[in-house]
């Protein structure tokens, strides 16, 4: 029941577009976030680029916490690399490991379009995470669990990044979804 009632409240968001946190009396928070089709292309865009920046509130993910990140790509598809970056830190918009640590890198070439799902885990403190990304199939990858040390007692904000290997390339991020479940 908690599922459709989550879902239906996505879903009444996607109407009205993004909100900040909200919180549910079972202790569940949905942040909503959406992007109108960012694309990157150009000479700009051979190194890595931001696309999107998601502030996740202070103190909304709890020691035990989990975040959830949806996102839809679409690209030309060459033999080109298009590559797919994902940092989580304290800094909006990180383009480098010094503003936020990289979890999530995967590069695509001969490829349309792709959805992958990022899942963040606070590991029983509110400084410790372990990062699970998959963009190349629902729930299986061959990367290992990233872990990360960065404080949710703050603001933390995830910068889902773009770069191409060539000028003539597109790279868009047609729409995310983040989730935060607080425990």
Wanted: aromatic share 8%; proline share 4%.
């Amino acid at each position: 029941m908690r599922r459709i009632l989550a879902a239906l409240w996505l879903l009444l968001l996607a109407l009205v577009g993004p909100v900040d946190a909200q919180l549910y009396p079972n202790g569940y928070y949905a942040l909503y976030m959406s992007t109108p089709n960012v694309s990157i292309t150009g000479a700009g865009a051979l190194t890595e680029t931001s696309m999107a920046s998601v502030r996740i509130p202070a103190n909304t993910i709890g020691p035990d916490g989990t975040v959830r990140i949806y996102t839809l790509w679409s690209m030309n598809n060459n033999a080109n690399n298009k590559t797919v970056n994902t940092r989580y830190g304290l800094v909006p918009g990180a383009i480098n490991g010094t503003q936020g640590g990289q979890f999530q890198q995967q590069l695509f070439p001969n490829v349309a379009s792709v959805q992958g799902l990022i899942i963040v885990r606070n590991t029983g403190a509110t400084n410790s995470q372990q990062i699970l990304n998959s963009m190349t199939g629902p729930y299986n990858t061959s990367t290992v669990i990233n872990t990360q040390t960065v404080d949710t007692t703050q603001d933390t904000y995830f910068s889902i990044n773009g770069t191409l290997a060539n000028a003539g390339d597109t790279l868009t991020l047609n729409k995310y979804i983040v989730e935060v479940y607080h425990q």
